[in-house]
């Protein structure tokens, strides 16, 4: 933050304290940073504070909060003072007339231009947007969301603007009550929770409650690649004008056009923010054949995405020293795993030896990694490899190594039945988590054989660095 008032913080939710909190984990994406002597007398009011953080006004403090802002290891919060204005918000629309009629009813008085996407019925579209006071803007013909926003957008007049689709329901001051993050004038857009509508009639609708593709969790943080999230949907969003533009959205992309907006604004040096404690609500769609094929929909975005931003669609990135640990447990040589874990964790706390407790903290730290790669294997068998994962599947009565690929396939989605609770038996959500990521990782891979982009499909290895600050 650049200005020189008083700034509220706290500490991000999926950050930890290590050796009297001289040590952070956490940040996006995830590192570890060494707290300094004058910074740690911060750090440790801050832990004590908890969710409720503090206000600081001492310039030495602001310094100390912005640099960790920057890294993912504060939150901003409210100053308890209410918003100036009220930005103008964007609906794009393409038939769903009595899905407009529910979101304009959920935000009376908001400044609304709704932009009509080659709708069947113009008149029914103009006619509800009228009763509700929104503006309406026409494309003869349909352009795609992309195209229809950034229509929206060069007829605002705000500089803080909202998007949001016309399938959600809102609040009345779900734009305004994210207001307070553009005080940071380095911060591009910020994104509400989207939850699914509360409705639990279907058995997909009551697992959308806990598998929504739109939902990016309950905790809030700086979006970037690599990061959790690592970038959040445009169905609800505020951005800065002057960091967008009048062309925000590629109108190239029918889909995946929240996420290119997305990374560009991080690669321009923009700070891209998530806040779910405000939350927006999407209608949820009931049909198996839609759900499904949305999904599939959303996997065929990624060869395009690569292409703009190579690397980020990497599918696995790997430690080569937990690759190995995880083949040999498979194939039945878990000391030798042993032997391998332990020299990776003692070449990991020589680098780490000039921190509090090193030791400690390495063996935390390659369990974590050991534990982190063998989930994100089980993802890649049920995503873009999820053919080879089946096969494993069906191979885990008489091959060992198939046993523990079903391990890796199935372990955290049971740990996501334990954790979350979610509105199906464990049966039901099993399946339909399997056909989820099958139905996704479809999409990448005929995204990426139809384009010859293989780089979706190839897993990395990667190194383990401790980020120094």
Known sequence: MESSGPIRVRLSPRVTGWADNSVLLGGSPWRVIRIAAQARVLVDRLAAAGPRGIMLSDSSDIRIARALLDRGFLSPLPMGTPAEFTPDVVVPVLDATSELRDLLASMPGANVIVVDDGSADPDDVTSTADAAGAHVIRHMNNLGPAEARNTGIRHTDTRI??????????????????????????????????????????????????????????????????????????????????????????????????????????????????????????????SFRQWISRRFQYGTSAANLEERHPGYLTPLRSSPWNTVTL??????????????????????????????????????????????????????????????????????????????RAVTIFGPVAWEGVTTRPKVDPVSYTVLRLIEDAAYGSGVIASGVRSRTWTVLTPRLSHWRRKRR
């Open 327 to 404: 083949s040999l447990i498979a194939t039945g040589h878990p000391f030798i795993a042993a032997a391998v874990t332990l020299s990776a964790t003692t070449l990991l706390w020589r680098q780490l030896r000039d921190l509090p407790a090193a030791p400690a903290l390495a063996i935390r730290l390659v369990a974590q990694g050991v534990v982190a790669d063998g989930a994100a294997l089980g993802h890649l068998l049920r995503r873009e490899w999820w053919p080879i994962g089946m096969l494993f599947i069906a191979a885990t009565p008489r091959s060992r190594v198939a046993r523990w």
């Open 161 to 286: 603007v909202g998007f949001i689709d016309a399938d959600c329901i809102a609040s009345p001051h779900w734009h305004t009550h994210l207001l307070f993050h553009f005080d940071d004038p380095r911060v591009a857009a910020v994104a509400p929770r989207v939850r699914p509508t509360s409705d639990r009639g279907s058995r997909i609708e009551r697992f959308e409650q806990t598998r929504s593709a739109l939902d990016m969790g309950p905790k809030g943080g700086l979006v970037r690649p690599g990061a959790r999230p690592s970038f959040v949907p445009s169905a609800a969003l505020l951005v800065r004008r002057s960091a967008v533009g009048d062309t925000p959205f590629d109108p190239e992309l029918r889909l995946g056009e929240d996420v290119d907006l997305i990374w560009r604004l991080t690669e321009g040096g923009w700070l891209v923010r998530y806040d779910p404690s405000v939350v927006v609500r999407h209608r949820t769609r009931v």
